[in-house]
């Protein structure tokens, strides 16, 4: 979908729509701040590769970070169009960026019902060069993780949906990790699993081929039985208590007085709870000295900070070491390829 959105038609529609939308009371007044920087974001894409730099004059680059709301605003000005001219016969409709879900409610007649389908699927794809590749109509379908099925009492059974080119190839046991890593991989699955799975029989299956996986990956049985009895009584415990379908909100923060130290992770650095007591005992509240966050800056102002969040990124990999994607320096320039 990125690659296929026209720039300048696009630029043009959501540039339009921010005036609209920010002229209404009570709105900040940053309106040409955000026109112009949508501009120099999505106008100027430039991609080096080797010696030479490219500028991409039509589509939307895939890495970069707006591209997914922008993508989401693009198609959303033809949805609130379109989809209230059918809403007697599309009584759902849900769309993830370029994944569409919804539910048609058929005509009685089937050869009127295959023409309004016809053309509710000519309707879909009447903006701006963008191409949907629709399923046919069925009780099953396959969204994002999900597989559903449309019972006969018109209930909605759901299950795992997992490709099967997928290998998984989760983190093996010799990698240098925190060791949380493997609880908190089997504590989430686990609850994926138990919430997205209406039967037991189904919730059982995919556990036990979990399971499996990890097995065959290298980690030992010992480790693994007692960490997955703790998940299910953990996602016991949360299903019944938040209810299968409602998510905690995160607890309030004020992200202000945070301060991050980035690290490397190594398995053998000082534990987090060493840096934290280390930091409370020398910098945060050092004896004999005001709490940091009462101290002021050069600028006179409160420097605020009481919380310290270790963030850890991971060391290179065989796959950084052994698959270079920095070609400058093996072989003829890029550049010279080129015919003028």
Not at 61 to 67: K, L, N, T
Not at 241 to 254: A, K, L
Not at 259 to 270: A, G, Q, S, T, Y
Request: glycine share 4%; with cysteine.
């Amino acid at each position: 979908m990125y690659t296929n959105i026209k720039t300048d038609v696009a630029l043009a529609l959501i540039s339009q729509l921010i005036h609209q939308e920010l002229r209404k009371p009570q709105q900040p007044s940053y309106t040409e701040a955000l026109v112009s920087a949508i501009h120099i974001v999505f106008a100027n894409s430039i991609v080096k590769f080797g010696d030479t730099y490219w500028r991409q004059i039509s589509g939307t680059g895939m890495g970069i970070a707006p591209a997914p709301p922008w993508a989401t605003i693009f198609y959303a000005l033809h949805e609130q169009h379109f989809v209230p001219k059918w809403s007697t016969h599309l009584i759902f409709y849900k769309r993830f960026i370029d994944d569409i879900i919804g539910i048609w409610l058929p005509h009685p007649d089937m050869a009127t019902d295959t023409s309004l389908w016809s053309a509710f699927c000519t309707d879909l794809q009447q903006w701006h060069g963008l191409e949907w590749t629709v399923s046919p109509l069925s009780t099953r379908c396959n969204f994002m993780d999900l597989a559903l099925t449309l019972t006969p009492t018109g209930k909605i059974d759901t299950n795992l949906f997992e490709k099967s080119q997928n290998l998984y190839l989760y983190i093996p046991p010799g990698s240098a990790h925190p060791k949380g890593m493997i609880k908190g991989l089997i504590f989430g699955n686990t609850l994926r699993i138990m919430r997205l799975c209406s039967h037991e029989d189904d919730v059982s299956t995919h556990l036990t081929n979990f399971k499996t996986r990890l097995l065959a990956r290298g980690y030992p049985l010992r480790l693994l039985e007692p960490l997955f009895l703790q998940a299910i009584q953990h996602a016991k415990t949360f299903i019944r208590n938040q209810g299968r379908n409602h998510m905690t909100p995160p607890s309030p923060h004020n992200t202000s007085t945070k301060i991050f130290l980035h690290l490397e992770f190594h398995p053998e650095d000082p534990k987090p709870q060493a840096i934290h007591r280390l930091w409370q005992e020398y910098v945060s509240e050092q004896e004999g000295e005001h709490p940091l966050r009462d101290m002021c800056n050069s600028f006179k102002e409160k420097v605020n900070l009481d919380h310290l969040t270790i963030a850890y990124s991971r060391p290179p990999n065989l796959r950084n070491r052994f698959s270079v994607r920095d070609i400058s320096g093996r072989g003829r320039d890029v550049a010279s390829y080129l015919v003028e």
